[in-house]
């Protein structure tokens, strides 16, 4: 096998970037490059060229890229991760929420878990929505958690996880919505009921076009991945996605305000939040 060269390592780069909106910075050629020669054992390929004609031409190419994608996505998460920006999130956006669509007889929720990963953020929302809706059966809802990568799909529609995903989970929360499996821990039907995992890349401006009449986009240090001009196109593509006075939710480190002017910004308890207020 055949080194990897800047060159091609800047072709594949970019390949990768025009077909998931990733982008990975020259100096993640290591990164690219051991996940490329993994590929490359698997296939029997000589070359990151051929590889990336295969990537390009071959009738597999849309497997092989999936398979590519799954290798290259980080997938760090834990329950009721952020903890102060999802109390926010309870107590005082859901709660506005609500009641705004008790007053129009409103009786769909939908939630959208963006970058979703093992699962871990969506089911988060499901235990929070059980705690914090005093009649729960009068609402119908969905959550909606997404991923690029399928296998962390999967694992999440699995609904199994380690100690350390759950070593943030209040004690009454544990007891309630998990069960021990082993050594591992168990969602609860109960749990999974709300939440629908789909593959989605968050480029594809076809199928993120579907999502509509949302009313909390949650995509948390995944827009961290993309460039500016995608990120803008994805955070716009949520906008359209939101009802009016829809909240939209990043990681800690994230600023919606950097993107898009697009969105209200307002304080509710000690965060700021981004609201969208028209249309």
């Given at each position: ?13 970019n ?27 698997d ?5 990151a ?32 991760r ?5 109390a926010?999130?309870a ?6 929420v609500?009641e ?14 963006a ?5 871990e ?5 499901s ?26 799909l ?6 199994s996880?380690?100690d ?17 499996d ?35 986009v ?5 827009l ?18 939101l009802?009016?006075?829809?909240y ?32």
């Amino acid at each position: 096998m055949e080194e990897i060269s800047f060159s091609e390592f800047i072709n594949l780069r970019n390949y990768i970037y025009e077909s998931t909106g990733i982008f990975f910075e020259e100096k993640k050629i290591y990164f690219i490059k051991k996940r490329v020669e993994k590929r490359l054992s698997d296939l029997n390929l000589d070359s990151a060229s051929t590889y990336l004609r295969f990537l390009r031409t071959s009738r597999e190419s849309a497997k092989e890229l999936q398979a590519l994608t799954n290798l290259l996505t980080t997938n760090e998460t834990y329950f009721f991760r952020e903890y102060d920006q999802l109390a926010v999130f309870a107590e005082h956006c859901l709660a506005e929420v609500v009641e705004e669509k008790k007053r129009k007889f409103i009786k769909n929720l939908n939630i959208w878990s963006a970058g979703c990963s093992t699962g871990e953020e969506a089911y988060t929302i499901s235990i929070i929505l059980q705690e914090m809706l005093s009649s729960l059966s009068y609402w119908n809802i969905n959550i909606y958690a997404t991923d690029i990568d399928t296998e962390v799909l999967e694992r999440a529609k699995s609904g199994s996880y380690s100690d350390r995903a759950v070593k943030d989970v209040p004690k009454p929360y544990l007891e309630k919505y998990f069960k021990i499996d082993g050594d591992e821990w168990q969602v609860t039907d109960q749990v999974k009921k709300y939440v629908k995992f789909l593959n989605i890349n968050l480029v594809d401006d076809i199928k993120m076009k579907t999502f509509r009449s949302i009313d909390f986009v949650f995509c948390r240090n995944v827009l961290i991945y993309f460039d500016d001009a995608s990120r803008k196109r994805v955070v716009g593509n949520f906008y359209e996605s939101l009802n009016k006075n829809g909240y939209i939710f990043l990681g800690h480190s994230e600023s919606v305000s950097r993107i898009t002017s697009a969105f209200t910004t307002k304080r509710k308890g000690d965060l700021i939040v981004y609201q969208k207020t028209e249309g």
